[in-house]
């Protein structure tokens, strides 16, 4: 079988759309699967309708993976990249090829070349997603390391190289699963400056034309797994050894001036990606949308038997709860327009209800203390307030949050609770109590939830009359009865 290559699809007739020849606009601190299911889908998409006419150079944040760049030479930078999900209720499934990678570099084996991209005058986009844990200032890094450890660092040296040259500043995308992760990357790259002692120019130079951007991204991306990739490639009829694939919904949000959709156009593609103000609001509405229906009903669904999320989205009485969940309870506590709210919340419907992803319940259950403190805790609080009342099944998966951690209250058993273990000695210690006195000690946990909980009228009675009803007619029937 023949390797992926320009030439390969040509003989084989690709019918699809491919772009050989363009200037390398971008550059990719990162080449995961995430990103090379997110962002190189959109550049190849604005490639083909929308004139973008750039090509992306991936940089390994840490470099060492020689194999990796190996690879993406050998196949001339092209990877195939497969959708699948539900859009509007239905199965989709799509393939495409993309062509926008130039190159991959490893800035271990070859610094000097990383540093060389700076000549470029046409390079004007920097992407990263260095995971959670690569926006962070290591003051061992130094300014003659070649290349520096850390990917801020990185960045700094590459961004001095590009003023010295006298080159045009980067719109710069962050990517990282963190708050504020572009002002975040700003600060470490003006620690560096500091550090370094760079000239007070080119600290100027990278506040006056350098765009840092916050941003929020949001797609499923599953890779594709190893044993499934010779039957993937017989299906195309090449070889691909850098295979991709995710979900079809996709959103980008982008903290920016307007200006931007000048330089990216992303309108004319007809793309998912939205520049706003602040992307804290869709920061707020992912998280209590998405990862707070997640966290809601995973532990709940779990308890009734249920294993996978796209087994909830099937049963009549877990989908009811959770849709009295999403659109009663949740939504009424943003700001943002109802419209765009309950859209946003029927796509959720749509991805938990995926044929081609079998989503773990006990994988959504990891952590779940500090989950639901994060992503339903501000749902509940925030409708008491603009209620006056307690939401019935935000109140119920709390109920259903300390049944599992009291080992399924009866309900099921075979799994094992992962916490932090300060956390699961608080149950261990707890385990024979009443569920009024298991209820009050868990709300009443300070270290859990910050005092919240204690605060809000009727809400330990209410999860201690949830919880002896669990025990008592089962989960799965209380869950029934929560939503009447």
């Not at 005058?121 to 920097?126: K, S």
């Amino acid at each position: 079988m023949e390797r992926l290559t320009y030439d390969t699809l040509a003989r084989q007739g690709y019918a699809g759309y491919l772009l050989k020849d363009a200037p390398e606009r971008v550059l990719q601190f990162g080449e995961g699967n995430f990103l090379r299911a997110f962002v190189e889908d959109f550049i190849d998409r604005m490639n083909e309708t929308a004139g973008f006419d750039a090509k992306v150079v991936l940089v390994q944040p840490r470099g060492g993976h020689p194999e990796s760049t190996d690879l993406y030479a050998r196949q001339e930078g092209l990877y195939t990249l497969t959708l699948r999900g539900r859009e509007n209720g239905e199965a989709v499934e799509r393939t495409r090829v993309i062509s926008c990678v130039s190159r991959c570099l490893d800035p271990k084996r070859d610094w000097a070349a990383l540093l060389d991209c700076a000549k470029n005058p046409d390079l004007r986009f920097i992407v990263s997603n260095t995971t959670e844990a690569g926006i962070v200032f290591d003051p061992a890094c130094k300014q003659d390391d070649a290349p520096p450890a850390s990917f801020p660092a990185k960045l700094t040296a590459f961004l001095h190289e590009r003023w010295r040259l006298g080159g045009r500043g980067f719109v710069i995308l962050s990517c990282e699963l963190i708050d504020h992760n572009g002002d975040e990357l700003r600060r470490c790259v003006n620690e560096y400056v500091r550090l370094w002692q760079l000239e007070s120019e080119f600290a100027e130079w990278v506040e006056r034309e350098n765009l840092f951007c916050s941003t929020l991204v949001d797609r499923i991306v599953t890779g594709v797994p190893k044993g499934d990739v010779p039957q993937l490639c017989e299906k195309l009829g090449y070889e691909d050894s850098l295979p991709d694939a995710g979900e079809v919904f996709a959103a980008w949000v982008i903290e920016a001036p307007q200006t931007l959709k000048d330089e990216l156009p992303f309108e004319k593609a007809g793309l998912p990606i939205r520049v706003v103000d602040d992307v804290t609001p869709y920061k707020q509405r992912k998280v209590r949308i998405l990862n707070g229906a997640h966290t809601s009903m995973v532990l709940a669904a779990f308890l009734a038997g249920k294993d996978i999320v796209r087994e909830c989205m099937e049963d009549e009485a877990i989908r009811g709860f959770l849709n009295k969940a999403l659109f009663d309870e949740i939504i009424p506590t943003l700001d943002l327009p109802r419209d765009e709210l309950t859209a946003f919340a029927a796509s959720v419907i749509d991805r938990f209800n995926n044929p081609y992803i079998d989503h773990r319940l006990l994988s959504i259950a990891l952590n779940s203390t500090a989950k639901w403190k994060a992503r339903v805790m501000p749902s509940v609080t925030e409708y008491v307030k603009r209620t006056g009342s307690l939401p019935r099944c935000l109140t119920f998966s709390f109920a259903a949050y300390i049944a599992f951690y009291c080992g399924g209250c009866g309900q099921r058993e075979g799994y094992s609770v992962e916490d932090d273990e300060w956390v699961l000695d608080f149950y261990r210690d707890h385990a024979d109590e009443s569920t009024e006195d298991i209820a009050r000690a868990v709300v009443n946990n300070e270290k859990m939830w910050d005092g919240a909980l204690a605060q809000l009228s009727g809400f330990e009675t209410a999860v201690a009359a949830a919880l002896a009803r669990i025990k008592t007619a089962g989960m799965y029937e209380a869950l029934r009865e929560c939503q009447q």
